[in-house]
């Protein structure tokens, strides 16, 4: 039977360690004071503490009327108006001894906390009644500035009450039908007669929510100050309150927690002491910081000495982002452009040249005849020259490494073989070419008929007065003709290569106008270019050919759609027919 006592000793040990204690709770109890919720005897419960808490029972004698708040509380846990809480003991004894503000018990035993006051401490929570008187701390207060209705002087306190607020005292003057009372409306203090003490009517009023009519500042300019202290009252601070937001987003800030003086000292009591506010730095995540860059480097040296060239500088980050800032805008590397004047010509090409015919060419190519001025570009390592105008026309030496072909080109775009006049020399300077002139003629077929067509050197200073040019223009578009005067197209010239060999490709001819209307007669109808496909054979069937095994296979270029546009321009485009015939040993072009 011995063990099983033990064991029976044992489980009653180890269910009192772990089993929390049962508190009487009514009311709230918090360490700002302005969050402790009033006790009403009703309310009163039962409950259980979490661990760490033990029963306490916490007495405010500075809030007139209030019972004891109760409840379970942590032993390390300040409270209003006290350092902090000292050990627990098993019954519930109240501290401070002596007079003070506040007092409270603390116990470690189920249900200690149900404190019933003796008679002198209900006295500081009494409403009325001659005990009453001792609970204030001024039973004397004097009243200035309150000259309406004559309320000026010395006030004491009464043992009268008002029904609305019986737990406030009430104050009379000691001459006059004068009466200091909690104000009927709930806020505030207020002066009137005696029979306002059941109408709640008022001459004047304070509007504040104090213990005392001295404590705290009236309207209209009224002061009621304390004239008579009673016993000592020292000081009383609240709680702090909690601490506010960063004042910062990111990075480092500030932020602060106030308290405020419940009970000022009085009677000769001690202050308050420390201030009303603490603050402390805090922080948060780091601040958004954007890409910063350096300066930039010198710059280098142009890369030409003439004709434009280009120098750089560059820059490197000096600050990269962080925490979601922006990164660095702008490019590393600066161009700018460099020794923009005209390079002097190295080569013996000169800088101006003349197109000129007296023959058949200067009729089918009239707009080509004129005076071109070599410009700074180059095209295949030979100048290129143009002739200014709303359909400028240019020089150049054009090169096709798949069609093995380099001749000289007077056309309206550069770089292509769309042209009026060709050369099949390779000379470096177009002027030094001498014959070999060929002219898009009005049959649509290349000529080479007109042996005075060439391109020369042209000097402003010895050709201006004669240059055939001129000749060419009154010849064509200066004569006199009748008041009216149809427009007139020229024949196209002939077909352009077709772009593509295989897979559909697109050939290109053009005409211009060889005479403007004029006196009311018609326009030129149509454009001045036409396209049609051409080398429709898919590539795939023509590689396959490549290689045949029986006889010899002819691929013929077939044109099936001619279109018009309406794009004006002042050219006939070439033409090149090929029929190429491929067997199986052997490749010839013509």
């Known amino acids: 039977m011995g063990w099983k006592v033990l064991i029976l000793l044992i489980e009653i040990l180890v269910c009192r360690g772990v089993k929390s204690l049962t508190c009487y709770e009514c009311g709230k109890l918090s360490e700002d004071p302005l969050q402790i919720v009033d006790c009403f005897e009703k309310d009163k419960s039962l409950v259980r503490c979490n661990t760490g808490e033990f029963c306490l029972t916490y007495i405010r004698n500075y809030k007139l009327g209030s019972e004891p708040v109760r409840g379970c509380y942590p032993q390390n846990q300040t409270l209003p108006g006290l350092v902090k809480t000292t050990k627990p003991s098993p019954t519930c004894e109240l501290e401070p001894e002596g007079a003070g503000p506040v007092k409270y018990c603390m116990c470690d035993t189920d249900r200690c906390n149900d404190v019933v006051l003796s008679p002198q401490q209900r006295n500081l929570l009494a409403s009325s009644g001659p005990d009453s008187l001792s609970a204030s701390s001024c039973p004397k207060v004097e009243v200035t500035n309150a000259d309406y209705a004559d309320c000026n002087g010395l006030y004491e306190v009464t043992s009268e009450m008002v029904e609305w607020a019986p737990e406030r005292f009430v104050y009379k003057h000691i001459t006059k039908d004068r009466y200091i009372f909690w104000n009927a409306g709930g806020l505030g203090w207020s002066i009137g007669k005696q029979a306002y003490l059941e109408s709640g009517s008022h001459w004047h009023r304070s509007g504040l929510d104090t213990n005392e009519p001295w404590e705290g500042e009236w309207e209209g300019g009224v002061e009621v100050s304390c004239s008579e202290s009673g016993p000592a009252v020292d000081c009383l601070w609240s709680g702090y309150s909690a601490w506010t937001a960063c004042s910062a987003t990111c990075g480092k800030g500030e932020q602060y927690r106030e308290r405020k003086v419940l009970q000022p000292a009085r009677g000769g009591g001690r202050g ?101 001025t070599r410009i700074d570009n180059e095209f295949n390592g030979k100048p290129v020259y143009r002739r200014e105008g709303r359909n400028p026309l240019y020089i150049y030496f054009f090169t096709s490494e798949r069609d093995r072909l380099s001749l000289w080109v007077i056309g309206p775009e550069l770089g292509q073989f769309i042209a009026g006049i060709r050369n099949s020399k390779t000379g470096n300077c177009v002027h030094d070419l001498g014959g070999g002139w060929k002219y898009a003629s009005r049959a649509g077929v290349w000529e080479d008929n007109d042996p005075s067509l060439s391109v020369k050197c042209y000097d402003d200073r010895v050709n201006a007065d004669n240059d055939p040019v001129n000749d060419v223009i009154d010849d064509v578009f200066k004569k006199k003709e009748s008041s009216r005067q149809n427009c007139q197209w020229s024949k196209f010239g002939p077909w352009s290569e077709c772009s593509r060999s295989c897979d559909k490709g697109t050939q290109v001819r053009t005409r211009v106008v060889l005479r403007e209307p004029r006196g009311g007669g018609r326009a030129c109808r149509g454009g001045n270019r036409q396209r049609r496909a051409c080398n429709q054979t898919p590539c795939d069937v023509l590689e396959r050919k490549k290689n045949p095994t029986t006889t010899t296979t002819t691929t013929t270029t077939t044109t099936t759609t001619t279109t018009t546009t309406t794009t004006r321009r002042t050219t006939t485009t070439t033409r090149r027919t090929t029929t190429t015939r491929r067997t199986t040993t052997t490749r010839r072009t013509t």
């Open 272 to 372: 308050c002491l420390g201030g009303d506010r603490q603050t402390r730095t805090c922080s948060s995540r780091a601040c958004p910081r954007n890409c910063e860059w350096g300066p930039y480097d010198s710059w280098s040296s142009c890369s030409k000495t003439c004709g434009g060239g280009t120098r750089t500088r560059r820059r490197r980050v000096k600050k990269r982002e962080e925490a979601g800032g922006e990164p660095c805008k702008g490019e590393a590397v600066d161009v700018q452009f460099c020794n923009t004047q005209k390079c002097e010509p190295t080569d013996a090409c000169c800088n101006k040249v003349s197109v000129g015919s007296t023959g058949n060419a200067r009729i089918d190519q009239a707009l080509y005849m004129g005076i071109y």
